[in-house]
C-alpha cells in the first residue's frame, strides 16, 4: 500500500509563492504518474498538474505559466511551484500517484491534502 504525505500549503498573499511537496512511501513498483488536483469549498476536485516517470507534463489551463511541477523519480517525490497566485486558488491540494502493474492495472493513491489559502 503506497502512502503520499503532503507538506508545503499555508497563507499566502495574492501574488505571492507556495511550494507544495509530496513524498510516496512503501511502494514496491515504480510510480508512473505523480501530480496533483484541488478542491474548493463547493465545487469537484480538479487536476492541476502532474509529471510522468518518463518528464512529460501536463497542466490545467488555470495555471499555465503560474505553476511549475516537478519530480525526483529517484525520492517518489513531486513538487508544485505555485507562482502569483490567486485569491481563485484557494483550495485543498492533493497528491496523486498511480501505479501500473504487470496485468495493466493502475491502481491510483491520494495524499491527505494539504491547504493552501489565498488572501489579503
Known amino acids: 500500500q503506497v502512502q503520499l504525505v503532503e507538506s508545503g500549503g499555508g497563507l499566502v498573499q495574492p501574488g505571492g509563492s507556495l511550494r507544495l511537496s509530496c513524498t510516496a512511501s512503501?511502494?514496491?513498483?515504480?510510480?508512473?504518474?505523480m501530480g496533483w488536483y484541488r478542491q474548493a469549498p463547493g465545487k469537484e476536485r480538479e487536476m492541476v498538474a502532474y509529471?510522468?516517470?518518463?518528464?512529460?507534463?501536463n497542466y490545467a489551463d488555470f495555471v499555465k505559466g503560474r505553476f511549475t511541477v516537478s519530480r525526483d523519480n529517484a525520492a517518489d517525490t513531486v513538487y508544485l511551484q505555485m507562482n502569483s497566485l490567486k485569491a481563485e486558488d484557494t483550495a485543498v491540494y492533493y497528491c496523486?500517484?498511480?501505479?501500473?502493474?504487470?496485468?495493466?492495472?493502475?491502481?491510483?493513491?491520494w495524499g491527505q491534502g494539504t491547504q493552501v489559502t489565498v488572501s489579503s
Open positions: 496523486h500517484a498511480t501505479i501500473k502493474l504487470s496485468d495493466n492495472t493502475v491502481n491510483h493513491y
Open positions: 509529471m510522468t516517470s518518463g518528464g512529460t507534463t
Open positions: 512503501r511502494s514496491s513498483f515504480s510510480i508512473d504518474v
